[in-house]
């Protein structure tokens, strides 16, 4: 692993039977034993998915079996490899992104666009003041996408620092236009010019997003497919 580096893995946590059984087979017990707690299969099958290509595409960048990384969990619940690279991983519906970066403090956030949903009283609960006026002056027709758009890139920034949502969102303010960074933090984090903030294209019903430190790396954008990576 050199330097400067954040790679994207997109998937599916939809594979064919025999693919789930054959990740099935990387877990850990604990693992194992949260799948089968599961009540719906569907559920299960999800879960197992993921936590395998997951361990698959971790134990491509560290040369070790897949069923033997370890993990360990950060103050507020973020996990991390031992002796890894940094990760982060987000899902929705049957969308699936991983993120491996040299950095640990990286977050990926990804969103099934939902059109039908009346997304004002959300908004109003987790933009700061001006982002929510900002997006009420929107035209009807622009302010789905900029609501995606911005939640994805809110929920990256509380994964990249490893607090999760439980620093609330309202608190990490961005431009709301196509493109928009960071406009404000809280000061423990830093400047917002520390930041590097990434619009992902992730198909026409997804949004997704992507927050690290504001370095040069190499951005690539892969693809996870039956359940072995390659290259797009």
Request: negative net charge.
């Amino acid at each position: 692993m050199n330097g400067g580096f954040v790679d994207v893995w997109q998937g599916r946590l939809d594979l064919p039977e025999a693919v789930t059984i054959r990740l099935a087979e990387v877990l850990s017990a604990d693992e194992r034993a949260r799948a089968a707690a599961f009540k719906f299969a569907h559920l299960r099958d999800r879960y197992v998915v993921g936590r395998g290509l997951l361990r698959q595409t971790l134990a491509s960048y560290t040369g070790s079996d897949p069923a033997g990384l370890r993990f360990r969990v950060g103050e507020f619940g973020k996990p991390a490899l031992s002796g890894g690279p940094g990760f982060n991983v987000s899902h929705t519906a049957d969308a699936l992104l991983i993120a491996v970066a040299d950095a640990a403090d990286i977050g990926i956030d990804i969103e099934a666009v939902k059109p039908a949903r009346d997304l004002s009283g959300l908004a109003e609960r987790c933009f700061s003041v001006d982002e929510y006026a900002v997006w009420l002056s929107l035209a009807e027709s622009e302010r789905v996408a900029a609501f995606y758009r911005l939640w994805t890139k809110k929920e990256a920034f509380v994964k990249a620092v490893g607090r999760g949502i439980a620093l609330g969102v309202e608190l990490c303010e961005f431009d709301v236009t196509a493109g928009g960074g960071l406009r404000k933090v809280p000061d423990e984090y830093g400047p917002v010019e520390a930041w590097r903030v990434e619009e992902l294209d992730a198909g026409a019903d997804f949004s997704a997003a992507l927050v690290g430190p504001a370095r040069a790396y190499r951005l690539r954008r892969l693809l996870l497919a039956d359940g072995y990576g390659g290259g797009i």
